[in-house]
């Protein structure tokens, strides 16, 4: 009796671990430092008027990311992690319909590799921080 109640107990661990194996299997995090750009830009709306930005570039430089296959949703976040009072914006687009998401710091969006986004950070403070040049440290996560 003993030996099967230890059997299922390692049974169990073993169904458990293979369920986290696969979430973090799925789970494809990228991070980038990308130098800051300072540039005034006014506007309305989400994101607004900002005084600078950080954009992510693929594998051949250009701002336009397609995510991995079986992607169904990304997360954009500024991880750069700088006091206060800064604060930043987490904008995408999406190419083939010029969609748009943006919150403050993060945003979620639903994602497809049938098409590619573009993410960028843009700080709505006044810099420094961070001032022209300095890297600003971006992260998207695709499940």
Known sequence: MKKNKISQIIYAAAVVLAGFIGY????DTMSENIPFTSK??????????????????NSTGTFWITPPTNATNGTLTDASGFPSPYVSVAYVMRRSDGMTWCGTNSTTFPATNSTSYQLMIVVKSTPPPPTNGQPMSLQIQWQ
């Open 24 to 27: 973090v299997a799925l789970a």
């Open 40 to 57: 005034s830009v006014s506007g309305t709306g989400c994101p607004g008027a900002y005084t600078g930005l950080a954009k992510m570039t």
